[in-house]
Nanobody
Framework: QVQLVVSGGGSVQTGGSLRLSCSASEEAFKNYTMGWLRQAPGKEREVVAAISSRGATYSEDSVKGRFTISRDRGKHTVYLQMNSLKPEDTAVYYC??????????????????WGQGTQVTVAT
């Protein structure tokens, strides 16, 4: 059974940093593409970053150079380090996993397994 447990999030000032963590079951971590998605009020959900089981990564254009997705094999955990946060980054962030390839999950935005959402609020 695929389980994803999200931690992190919170409120920061513009320019601040936060790190989100997603602890995954062994099956998910070893075999699936893992992604971080977000949804702001009134907006569609979007893929922020994703990482394949082999470590290939994707970052959405608006977060490139500011957000970094990474994985810790020993801890079965995927991280989203968010720096230089902006008010437009405010959203509920989700960790998700899917058996599709990195490009497949990015293209569709569809993931089979989801962790709980965590609120990220960036104040001006």
């Amino acid at each position: 059974q695929v389980q994803l447990v999200v931690s992190g999030g919170g409120s920061v000032q513009t320019g601040g940093s936060l790190r989100l963590s997603c602890s995954a079951s062994e099956e998910a971590f070893k075999n699936y593409t893992m992604g971080w998605l977000r949804q702001a009020p009134g907006k569609e959900r979007e893929v922020v970053a994703a990482i394949s089981s082999r470590g290939a990564t994707y970052s959405e254009d608006s977060v490139k150079g500011r957000f970094t997705i990474s994985r810790d094999r020993g801890k079965h955990t995927v991280y989203l380090q968010m720096n230089s946060l902006k008010p437009e980054d405010t959203a509920v962030y989700y960790c998700a996993a899917d058996h599709k390839t990195l490009l497949g999950t990015v293209a569709t935005g569809r993931y089979a397994y989801w962790g709980q959402g965590t609120q990220v609020t960036v104040a001006t």
